[in-house]
């Protein structure tokens, strides 16, 4: 069977996508690397089919049963989002299964719609402000007393500041706010032990798991975190699975505080960058995404 492995030429990640491509090879399949920017979407008699366009002007016709999907890439403009995102969208249409699915993938990607999504669900996150409003930000630092400020979308732990002063939070906000950028402010948790746990789900199972500390209080591993593998609780567990189910994930890297009151889901990371996991919990993932993604294809 050939599969697909969607990703952006101009990806950041190198070794996972060559860790699916080996993976998919091993089990004795085609990998078939589709360049999300090579997508052309048709539209026409035959409903909506796409097509992948390779030198020049030749296309051919997509007609995969599944694929992994990694990453849209870096995007400069609101419209070329949703080129990407459609594109990938318009494979599923025509029957291939993708994991992970494109409309989850985004979802799963905004710490807005994560977060509001896992709420719906009955899962503990932390309390957290949105809006486009320097006073709406000022007032949830103000209930906070110590806040976390983070990018919508992010990774690596970059950008995200903590503030416990509102007045000095307001001021930051009024630039926000004339770049246009969206303020989202969470109440800052005190974790047991300092770090968090990335539990990596697969398929509704968990593969794996690890606990990352750094040496402040953020745990991305990006900035200078150490990993332990750790066998998660069967509480833990099945709040990762629960958390990436709820987020309509195949595949997850679900992060987890802990506190005193419990335990509270931060992020449901949907593309997941497992260099570090794999050395640490001697653990590939893309060889359970890619088991998950022929099983799916058979569904
Ligand atoms: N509300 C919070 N309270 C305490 N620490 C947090 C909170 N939110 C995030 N962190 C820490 O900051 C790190 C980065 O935040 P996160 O939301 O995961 O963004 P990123 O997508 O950049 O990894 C997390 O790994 C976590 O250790
Ligand atoms: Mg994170």
């Excluded at 570090?276 to 022929?294: C, L, Q, S, Y």
């Amino acid at each position: 069977m050939d599969i697909g492995v969607i990703t952006p030429s101009n990806s950041t990640e190198g070794s996972e996508t060559k860790d699916i491509i080996s993976a998919i090879r091993k089990s004795g399949n085609t990998p078939v690397p589709i360049n999300i920017q090579n997508i052309v979407v048709k539209i026409g008699r035959g409903g909506v089919v796409p097509h992948c366009l390779s030198e020049f002007t030749k296309e051919s016709r997509i007609d995969l049963d599944c694929a992994v999907f990694r990453h849209i890439g870096i995007i400069n403009d609101y419209e070329q989002f949703g080129q990407r995102i459609w594109a990938v969208r318009s494979m599923e249409m025509n029957g291939m299964r993708t994991v992970n699915n494109i409309l989850s993938w985004v979802r799963a990607s905004d710490k807005l719609g994560t977060l509001m999504e896992l709420s719906a669900h009955g899962i503990r996150v932390p309390q957290t402000m949105s809006g486009e409003s320097f006073f709406s930000g000022y007032a949830a630092v103000k209930e906070f007393g110590s806040a976390v400020v983070k990018p919508l979308r992010s990774g690596k732990g970059l950008g995200v500041f903590k503030v416990d002063d509102p007045d000095v939070a307001m001021h930051i906000f009024s630039y926000f706010t004339n770049l246009s950028k969206p303020i989202y402010v969470q109440k800052y948790l005190d974790k047991v032990g300092g770090g968090d746990y990335r539990v990596v789900v697969v398929g509704g199972g968990v593969i794996g798991a690890e606990y990352r500390k750094g040496t402040g209080w953020k745990s991305n591993v990006a900035q200078g975190a150490k990993a332990r593998a750790v066998k998660p609780s069967a509480e833990l567990s099945e709040l990762a699975i629960k958390a990436a189910e709820a987020m309509g994930l195949d595949y997850a890297g679900v992060d987890i505080a802990e506190t005193k009151g419990g335990y509270f889901v931060l992020e449901t990371n949907p593309t997941v960058a497992w260099a570090a996991f794999k050395k640490t919990t001697g653990i590939n993932p893309a060889e359970h995404i890619v088991r998950h993604a022929i099983r799916r294809s058979r569904l």
